[in-house]
Antibody
Framework: QVQLQESGPGLVKPSETLSLTCAVS?????????WGWIRQPPGKGLEWIGS???????YYNPSLKSRVTISVDTSKNQFSLKLRSVTATDTAVYYC?????????????WGQGTLVTVSS | DIQLTQSPSFLSASVGDRVTITCRAS??????LAWYQQKPGKAPKLLIY???TLQSGVPSRFSGSGSGTEFTLTISSLQPEDFATYYC????FGPGTTVDIK
C-alpha cells in the first residue's frame, strides 16, 4: 500500500522558512490524487494547510495561504512544503497525506508526522 | 470558508456503550464529510468518508450518517481500542471529540 514519509529540520528559527519533504512509495504521485499537508500543534487539533495535484493545481487554507507554497516533484515521487516567516505558533507535528480531493475530500493515507519546533 | 463544529468535545463512556458524535457544518457540504480516529502520538486514521462509507478494514461497529450540514459518527458497541479522539473533516477539520473511559 502507499507509504508516505516526512523529512526536514526539527528546529526552525523565528522569521525563517520551514521546509519539509514527503517521500511517497508504492504509488506514483502522478497517478491521480492530490497531495496534502496537515499540522497539529502540541495538544491541539488538526489543521489542513494545503494540497496540490501533480499538474500544479493547488488549494490552500485561507488562513495560511499568504505564507505557504506546496510543490510536487514527479521525478523523485515526492512533494514539499514551505512555510515562510514562521513564529512560535507554527510549532506543530506536520503530516503529509494523500488527498482524494476531487471525489470525497478524504485523506486516506498519512505519514507518521514530524515535529517542527520554532525557537531561537 | 466552511467551519465545522463537533459535539460533545469530550465524553466518558464504558466498554459496550453506544456512542454518537455530531458534526455540524456552517453551510451545506453535501456528503463531503470524513471521520478520523487519532490515538496519542499517532497519525489520524480514516474511518468513514462520503459521510457514510466505511473505509476498508474499519470495523463495522463504526457508522456514519447525514448530509448537508449535520452529520453523525456512531460506535455501536465501544471497544477498549476505541478510546481516542475523533475528528470530522470537509477540507479543514472539526475541533475533535475525545472519548475517554468512564
Amino acid at each position: 500500500q502507499v507509504q508516505l514519509q516526512e523529512s526536514g529540520p526539527g528546529l526552525v528559527k523565528p522569521s525563517e522558512t520551514l521546509s519539509l519533504t514527503c517521500a511517497v512509495s508504492n504509488y506514483s504521485i502522478s497517478s491521480g490524487y492530490y497531495w496534502g499537508w496537515i499540522r497539529q500543534p502540541p495538544g491541539k487539533g488538526l489543521e489542513w494547510i494545503g494540497s496540490m495535484y501533480h499538474s500544479g493545481i493547488s488549494y490552500y487554507n485561507p488562513s495560511l495561504k499568504s505564507r505557504v507554497t506546496i510543490s510536487v516533484d514527479t521525478s523523485k515521487n515526492q512533494f514539499s512544503l514551505k512555510l515562510r516567516s514562521v513564529t512560535a505558533t507554527d510549532t506543530a507535528v506536520y503530516y503529509c497525506a494523500r488527498h482524494d480531493y476531487s471525489r470525497h475530500r478524504k485523506f486516506d493515507s498519512w505519514g507518521q508526522g514530524t515535529l517542527v519546533t520554532v525557537s531561537s | 470558508d466552511i467551519q465545522l463544529t463537533q459535539s460533545p468535545s469530550f465524553l466518558s463512556a464504558s466498554v459496550g456503550d453506544r456512542v454518537t458524535i455530531t458534526c455540524r457544518a456552517s453551510q451545506g457540504i453535501s456528503s463531503y464529510l470524513a471521520w478520523y480516529q487519532q490515538k496519542p502520538g499517532k497519525a489520524p486514521k480514516l474511518l468513514i468518508y462520503a459521510a457514510s462509507t466505511l473505509q476498508s478494514g474499519v470495523p463495522s461497529r463504526f457508522s456514519g450518517s447525514g448530509s448537508g450540514t449535520e452529520f453523525t459518527l456512531t460506535i455501536s458497541s465501544l471497544q477498549p481500542e476505541d478510546f481516542a479522539t475523533y475528528y470530522c473533516q470537509q477540507l479543514n477539520f472539526g475541533p475533535g471529540t475525545t472519548v475517554d473511559i468512564k
